[in-house]
Structure formats: C-alpha cells, structure tokens
C-alpha cells in the first residue's frame, strides 16, 4: 500500500511539471543535460524514495507475479550498477553500439506487421509475429521506463523489456508461469539483473509438482548452460535480422533447441 501511495504522490508531482509529450515512440534520449527530467517519462527520485518503491514492488511482484508495472518498478530501482555494466557490453560490441546509437524501439508504431508476415516461415520475424498471435501478447503492453536517473541506462533497460518476448520466442518459452520461470533463469544469468534473480528463485513457488520436476530436472540447467554460452543478447539488433532463420540465429548465439514437452506444462 505505501509503494503505490507513493508512486501516485510522484505522479501528481510530475502531472504539475509543463511537459510536451510526444505522439509516437522515440528513441529515448536526453534533451538537455542540465535538466531534471532527464526522458519524457522520467519521474527523479531520492535513493530513500527508490528504496522504499523497491521494497514494495517486489513485495507486490512476489505476490503477484502478473503484476508487471511493480516488476518494471523493481527494475527500475534495483538496477542502476547492473545497467552500467550492461551499457559498457553494448559500447564494446559492434551490433550493440549501434544500438545504443540509433535506439531504435520495439512496439506495434514500428513494427511492420504486414512484412513480418510476408516472411518465410522459419524466420525470426514471422516466429517472433507468431509468438505474439499465439499467446496473445503485443509489444506495447511494455511500460516506459520512469525511475532511471541516466537517460543511457534509461534505454538499456527499456531495450531489455522490449526485447524480452524476443528471448521468448529465441528460447521456445510459451508465457505460462513455467514458460517465464525458464526465461528468468536465462536473463539472470545473462544480465545479472536482481529482479531477473529475484523472478527465477521465487517464480516456481506457483508452480504445480509435475511443472516442478521438469523445471529443476531439466529447464533450470538448460537455461543456464544456454545464458553462460550465449553472448549479451542486448547486443543483437533483432529489427536487421527479421528474415535470419531462427534456427540459424540459435546456431549463432549458441542457443540449444528447447525441450520438446514444454508447452504441455504450466
């Protein structure tokens, strides 16, 4: 109850400020160095205040685990030396410092939805369109970054959130309780992230005994022998690799095919 009483009162104090919002997805970048709010959505924020808001949202996100706006939260506040060193992966990789300077974005205003289905099957892009249909899921259901206060590492965990269904349909995951628990364990292993970490040891406390078994048995090892082999996933420009086969694309990142029976569970 207090973390949400406290991100309604810095709600009300950023409504107060004059602001020009844009219309469509931007790239996340600084307008002026000396000002405050450093993105469009950024609400600044005392590390007493991040504190707090950590606290509460991974009380809330441990509960619910559904509840995406407290694990984007929990991101958010818990991150920030992490990102540092995520950014610095994507300074040093070609792929990835191309990203980091043209930000591009993920969402249904820039996603061609016509030329992903005019792919072949087997590409990335028409895996990843048929990800979306089959679990019904759209791009635009990730929230804007707020409580970052570096517009850089703003963007790396939006960049994150933006390609985490990527990491899905990469890892064959569906986006049942099971299917999330597997992905968790792959992106703590590869980002280091704590709400990564805090997902993949508390995600299996809703699991049935059956999806429990194949979790620790076999999914948990699969995941991590995967997030060890694979380089930062955060260094792939997915937007230029729509037609790569996935399975060439796996081939690269060195991404062993999931389990077969995966999608029986939940």
Known sequence: MAT???LRSLRLHRSLRPRTRPAVD???RAGS??????????IPTTPLQKMLLAAGAAGMALYNPYRHDMVAVLGETTGC?????????MKKDPEGAQILQERPRISLSTLDLSKLQSLPEGSLGREYLR???VNKVSPDTRAPTRFVDDEELAYVIQRYREVHDMLHTLLGMP???LGEVVVKWFEAVQTGLPMCILGALFGPIRLRTQSLQ?????????????????????NIYYEQRWEQPLTALREELGISPPPKHIQGLA
């Open 175 to 177: 986006t049942n309780m």
């Open 214 to 234: 194949v979790l620790f048995s076999e999914l948990i090892p699969w995941a991590i022998q995967n997030g060890r082999r694979a380089p930062c996933v955060l």
């Open 81 to 89: 030396h992490t990102l540092k060193f995520l950014r610095d992966q």
């Open 4 to 6: 949400l009483l406290l």
């Open 26 to 28: 931007v790239p996340l």
């Open 33 to 42: 160095h000396g000002a405050r709010l450093l993105y469009p959505d950024h």
């Open 131 to 133: 990800f979306l249909d």
